[in-house]
């Protein structure tokens, strides 16, 4: 199983980005894709998810009504779209992909993922 993460990149406050994670190498589906996000000197920490059937989506606090992470199923791509970037947004984004049944609250917590892509840089300064 591979993820592949792309999208990031240098944008102003204020701004906007899409990142795209492509899964490949299921032999079916996974259950569930998250998003986690890194910054220099800082754990990793839960941004959203999306269940991969069904409209369950779950945001982190830090980025509720600024984010939207969508799915196409047919491209095998989860989307996080991204507005109203803040410099505390800066890190290395990752896409993780669960292999369980996924409550809602086993969201937030990085070791319910099976499978994580290699990351994409954003950075938000002026």
């Known amino acids: 199983v591979q993820l592949q993460a792309s999208g990031g990149g240098l944008v102003q406050p204020g701004g906007s980005l899409r990142l795209s994670c492509i899964v490949s190498?299921?032999?079916?589906?996974?259950?569930?894709l998250g998003w986690f996000r890194q910054a220099p000197g800082k754990e990793r920490e839960f941004v959203g998810g999306?269940?991969?059937?069904?409209?369950?989506?779950k945001y982190a606090d830090s980025v509720e009504g600024r984010i939207t992470i969508s799915r196409d199923n047919a491209k095998n791509t989860v989307f996080l779209q991204m507005t109203s970037l803040k410099p505390e947004d800066t890190g290395i984004y990752y896409c993780?992909?669960?292999?369980?049944?996924?409550?809602?609250?086993?969201?937030?917590?990085?070791?319910?993922?099976?499978?994580w892509g290699q990351g994409t840089q954003v950075t938000v300064s002026s």
């Open positions: 993780a992909a669960a292999d369980r049944l996924m409550s809602r609250s086993w969201y937030r917590n990085d070791r319910n993922y099976d499978y």
């Open positions: 190498g299921y032999t079916s589906t996974p259950y569930a």
């Open positions: 999306i269940a991969w059937t069904g409209g369950f989506t």
